[in-house]
């Protein structure tokens, strides 16, 4: 621990340029303390942004530099007399084509959020909001803030079109690592927070996870060393139990995770929102996870003494209340630097959501000098879906009809797998309920761990893991057609593009590393798709008597 505190490179590697990426990725430790040094000047721009009128802040951002704000926009909701806060994390153009038609863009604050300042989507959402904010008044630059790095793109662009405010973040923090810093407090503040206190809870856990704390009673540490030696002993699936009133804090805990350990062959696989089950609904590779606000609900704690009383490990996190997340925000940073050590890998580096970028980036240049993507085989095809498999696959997976495809593409987990729905299409309650049934089925037949995302927002968190981790994922690539789609002013693309670009480019480094994935096409009706692969998916699993009844 003194060593983390001195912020000392050598602790993870000994490579020189392993520690440059880490020397200059450990600012997360002290930015609590230098955000509480500008928490009144965020509280005065958050009232002048409510004085003018602005009905809602729209964080325009991917991975790191927006589940914070989603978690505590979906934590605490629209604040009274504040604008309401959005997210907007996807290029899927339904996704944007409904925020779209829930606001005013002229009364909107858009907050374009790039550690980098050159990431794909980002700048897209840039391009199209100016654009729809500059048809309806004369200083479209009033209506955008920029949270990034220092000497950014970003920063150019910003400066050039007159953005109200450049909020320049410390340029030695990872974006995973960032929930502290402005990426994550502009947002909290101008959705009419109390900054000081997510600050304050943040720093009192900072001092009880001090060096001089003895690592027995340091709660970082603690947490770190578990889940480390989980892993190593096989318990390398961390299963969030997450009380509904900070469910979505495990949408942030399975970024920094799965992209800080997902790498060299190793990886611990978060689990966030799979419903709690019975023991034997469970293989032996899983550790629990409870954060409750004051206690646990009565039936999640019973499930979870099952659990112990069968053998599983069970950490509990409570919070005292919903201020706390600035406490767990810390804590968890802290734990998965230390989690790292332990594994022996760089928890500060993510090379394989860079590759995803390349990828699409690749795709798309063909789009402009061709005029179209390439296209995939299809495998196996009814009324409803299509199956695609990914290049030497075929010879692995049965053709012929879709329900062979897709049975003899479950019939390839094993015990200690994980399986991962990779879903391209606007994530929306229905479409929730659905997964969710069918992940069920998935973990309850095969006793294996389940999870679930969205793209191309995973790509820049769990995206790491499934290329870079130990190989023992097996995926679902889920996409379907668009409702509607919309242009990237100043591109050659569009957004239904776009996302089809970072699908395939996806799809294909999942099949160059060798990764067992299937892609199955919903076509126009995405729930009716949806509702036929979970038919597919239960005449492939069927249930055993004993699962049935213990489910």
Known sequence: MRRIWRKDAALWKEDEASQKIIRNSLGWLTVAEQMGG?????????????????????????????????????????????????????????????L??????????FVISSKSGTTTEPLAFYKFWFEQVRRRTGEPGKNFVAITDPGTLMEKMATEAKFRRVFLNPADIGGRYSALSYFGLVPAALQGLDVKKLIDRARRVAHSCSHVVPAAENPGA?????????AKAGRDKLTIVADPRVGSLGLWIEQLIAESTGKEGKGVVPVAGETLGSPSAYGDDRLFVSVAVEKPDGETETKLRALEAAGHPVVRRVLTDLYDLGEEFFLWELATA??????????????NVQESKDATKELLE????????????????????????????????????????????????????YVALLNYFEETEGHDELLQTIRARLRDAT??????????????????????????????????????DLPVPGEPYTFGILKQAQALGDFRSLARRERRALRVDLGADV??????????????????????ASG
């Not at 500008?38 to 325009?60: K, P, Q, S, T, Y």
């Not at 603690?222 to 989980?230: S, W």
């Not at 050590?341 to 993510?350: A, S, Y």
């Open 100 to 109: 779209a038609s829930r606001i005013d863009p002229a009364r909107t604050l």
């Open 447 to 484: 006793r294996c761990a389940t999870t679930v995302g969205y793209g191309p927002r995973f790509l820049h968190s769990t995206g790491q893991l499934h290329k870079g981790g130990s190989g023992a994922g097996v995926f679902l690539q889920i996409t379907a057609r668009d409702a509607t």
């Open 338 to 351: 230390f989690a790292g050590w332990r594994l022996g890998i760089n928890p500060f580096d993510q090379p």
């Open 527 to 548: 729930g009716a798709g949806l509702t036929r692969l979970g038919e597919l998916i239960g005449e492939a699993l069927p249930l055993s008597e004993t699962t049935s």
């Open 38 to 98: 500008v928490a009144d000047e965020l509280a005065i721009f958050a009232e002048e942004i409510r004085n003018e009128g602005f009905r809602h802040v729209m964080v325009c951002g991917m991975g790191g530099s927006s589940l914070c704000p989603e978690v505590l926009r979906q934590t605490f909701g629209r604040q009274e007399g504040f604008p309401e806060l959005l997210v907007l994390d996807s290029t899927d153009p339904d996704v944007v084509s409904d």
């Open 222 to 230: 603690r947490l770190g060393a578990v889940v480390a030696e989980c």
């Open 366 to 417: 063909t789009f402009a000098r061709e005029g179209k993507l390439p296209e995939q085989a299809a495998l196996a095809s009814d009324e409803v879906l299509t199956v695609y498999a990914g290049e030497g696959a075929h010879s692995s997976l049965q053709s012929g009809s879709l329900a062979d495809a897709i049975k003899s593409h479950l019939a390839r987990v094993k015990p200690g797998d």
